[in-house]
């Protein structure tokens, strides 16, 4: 069995991300784009929407759009119960 996401907000998911060194870009409406340079100068870039409660699948996909620059172990502990 999959471990079980977690509920959380835009806002907590954003505090994640900032903790892996993402930094708010830009917003539109109730969006934040996050963005980080990598060591190599590619441009990595999260959409993050600030609801007060993400759906499942959304959160899902921001982990798995995350999980393309930071290791999935290191993410795990943020946004999965155990």
């Not at 830009?26 to 934040?32: D, L, M, P, T, V």
């Not at 340079?37 to 870039?45: A, D, L, W």
Request: charged share 25%; aromatic share 6%; hydrophobic share 35%.
């Amino acid at each position: 069995m999959s471990p079980k996401l977690k509920r959380l907000s835009g806002s907590e998911v954003v505090d994640i991300m900032n903790s892996f060194g993402f930094e708010v870009h830009s917003q539109r409406g109730s969006h934040i784009k996050l963005r980080k340079i990598s060591v190599n100068g590619e441009r990595q870039t999260l959409t993050i929407p600030i609801h007060a409660e993400l759906d499942m699948g959304t959160l899902r996909a921001i982990v798995r759009q995350a999980a393309r620059y930071i290791p999935e172990t290191e993410l795990r502990p943020h946004f999965y119960a155990d």
